[in-house]
């Protein structure tokens, strides 16, 4: 018990966010969801230490893959390089006691381990891609086309909506009111949307250090002016909202309530994340939801995952402006 009490400390440092997910999820799935995300952060972290050369990173997040086939050598990954380049802070501490990471990992059931290392090598593979893609070479660069960028959400994000859907159907058989086939396809979705707000909202950020991961035609130009890629933004918002539309479906047929709450709070923020992002179009700072507003739909989170009734009143209030702005959009 203290070692999950440690690794939990240790996620809260990480994402305080995630944190307050993670405490109201059922036992069963609570510390395999922990540790699945505080493995994926650790390479992420890796994948974002820029000190180090793009292959060099590449390199480590290779072994960290096969740290995960080859569990005789789990503990023989060494991260000093990334470690000395980490200023203070929770994500050095998090790759600093890797090895209880891995540790917390032996003591999950092994059908569990399982779909962290499914999940965990699609996510370092994004994460690889996206260092050859946009690192390697100088200049500014984009994702080549839309099969490319649903390649990258998927890998990166969607994935995780299909490990946790395995997941809960391991823990419980009657998980939801759709099919297991129908949840995972939905669940990918879930994962790819959230993802894709991600990658709007951080747009103009992202240009300014030479990568689109929306594929537009001349990135370089639209660096120094991102309303040229006004249209191509416009059109993977909507997309988002299709997304969205898929990740309120997965909610509904969730059955155990805590897992619901689990899920209405990301699809809540992004409804509203995305509404915002609209309003203020590409060329704004990062959008952020008020913490004052994420208070409010932890109150309708709560209300959705007990009364289900509660569902069409729900999906009203954060879904009809949003929809309304895009079909206004469609039309100018």
């Known amino acids: 018990m203290s070692g999950e009490l440690e690794l939990l400390a240790i996620l809260k440092e990480v994402s305080r966010s995630f944190y307050l997910s993670i405490r109201f999820l059922p036992a069963q799935i609570r510390m395999t969801i922990a540790l699945a995300y505080l493995l994926a952060r650790a390479s992420d972290t890796i994948a974002d230490t820029n000190q180090l050369a793009a292959t060099e990173r590449i390199d480590i997040l290779q072994r960290f893959t096969e740290s995960r086939a080859n569990p005789a050598t789990e503990h023989q990954i060494d991260l000093a390089a990334c470690l000395t380049k980490q200023s203070d802070g929770p994500e050095k501490v998090l790759l600093a006691n890797i090895d209880r990471v891995f540790e917390g990992l032996a003591r999950i059931p092994q059908a569990h381990q399982v779909l962290i290392d499914e999940v965990l090598k699609k996510i370092i593979r994004g994460q690889t891609l996206d260092i050859e893609r946009f690192e390697l070479e100088p200049g500014a660069k984009a994702l080549p086309d839309g099969a490319a960028l649903e390649e990258y959400t ?5 994935c995780v909506g299909e490990f946790w859907t395995k997941l809960c159907f391991l823990a419980w058989p009657r998980y939801a009111r759709l099919p297991e086939s129908e949840m995972l396809r939905t669940g990918k979705e879930f994962g790819q949307g959230l993802q894709l707000i991600n990658i709007l909202r951080d747009f103009r950020d992202d240009l300014q250090a030479g990568r689109s991961y929306l594929p537009v035609a001349d990135p370089t130009a639209v660096a120094t002016d991102p309303c040229l890629a006004r249209t191509d933004w416009e059109q993977w918002h909507r997309s988002a909202l299709g997304y969205l539309e898929e990740a309120w479906n997965y909610l509904c047929a969730v059955r155990p309530f805590r897992v619901r709450f ?11 994340t ?8 590409i060329i704004a700072p990062r959008i952020k939801v008020s913490r004052s507003e994420v208070r409010r739909m932890m109150i309708w989170a709560t209300g959705i995952a007990l009364f289900p009734f509660l569902e069409p009143v729900a999906y009203r209030k954060f879904f009809r402006g949003l929809q309304n702005q895009t079909t206004s959009t469609q039309e100018r």
Not at 262 to 272: E, F, N, Q, S
């Open 154 to 158: 998927y890998l990166v994000a969607g």
């Open 262 to 272: 689990a899920c209405a709070m990301p699809v809540l923020i992004g409804v509203r």
């Open 274 to 281: 995305l509404q915002l992002l609209g309003d203020a179009g």
